[in-house]
Structures are given as C-alpha cells and as structure tokens.
C-alpha cells in the first residue's frame, strides 16, 4: 500500500466517522427538531408534515453512506461517496434556510458563502477518498 492509498484510508475512516456522527444526530429529539424546523416550507409540505420524515431520511441517508465508505469494495465506498455528495446538495436549501435566520438558528446558522465553501471541500474530500 503506498503512501496516497494509506492517506484514503485515513481520509475515509475520518469522513465516515463524520458522517455516521452526523447521521446518528438526526435522532437525538432537540436536533431532530431544531433540523425539522430548517426545512424550508415546500419541501416541507402542508403544515410541515414531511419536515421530521425528511430529517430521518438524511440521517439514515448519512449513516448508510458512512458505512459504504468503510466496505472493502470499490465501488460501494465510489457510489458511498457519490450518494453523498448528493446529499450535501439535497440539504443544502436546509442550511440556507438556517442562514437566513440566524437570530432562530443559533450556531447552526452558519453564513450562506461559508457554508457553501464548506460542503464543496467536504464533496471534494469525498472524491478524493475514492478514486
């Protein structure tokens, strides 16, 4: 194993953790609703019946994606990280519903362009741990 193959396996195992970590927040209740209440209302449907159901699916979505970039088998760990990625962009109206109102939204209300920077490098980090 070189030195760039053992640098994956680090950055993998580090992004997983990350993930899994994250995924397994959506079910502790106070950040399940703080994450309901970042939905933005269409997507959120009629009285924001779907925001919790959406919040679940991200988690588990989370959590299975940690898990593929741990399997020995390249291309669940390639379709891991493209999975993702999409979800980075998926919950990204979430996260620019939280940065317009930072007053409601406390810490997790980081600033559009930041945050916007931030989850292309976590993407970018992503591909890099598999190709």
Do not use: C, Y
């Not at 106070?30 to 991200?58: C, D, F, N, Q, Y």
């Not at 962009?89 to 931030?118: C, H, K, M, S, T």
């Amino acid at each position: 194993m070189d030195a760039f193959a053992i640098a994956q396996l680090v950055l993998r195992i580090i992004l997983a953790a990350v993930f899994l970590g994250m995924g397994a927040a959506h079910f502790v209740p106070r950040v399940k609703r703080t994450m309901a209440a970042m939905v933005p209302a269409p997507l959120a449907g009629p009285e924001r019946r779907w925001a919790a159901t959406l919040v679940v699916i991200s988690g588990v979505a989370e959590i299975l994606g940690g898990l593929g970039l741990l399997t020995p088998w390249w291309p669940v760990r390639f379709a891991a990280a493209l999975g993702l990625i999409a979800l980075l962009i998926a919950v990204f109206p979430a996260n620019a519903q939280a940065a317009r109102q930072p007053e409601r939204f406390g810490a997790v209300a980081v600033p559009l362009v930041p945050r916007a920077i931030g989850q292309a490098v976590l993407g970018l980090l992503l591909l890099v741990s598999v190709i």
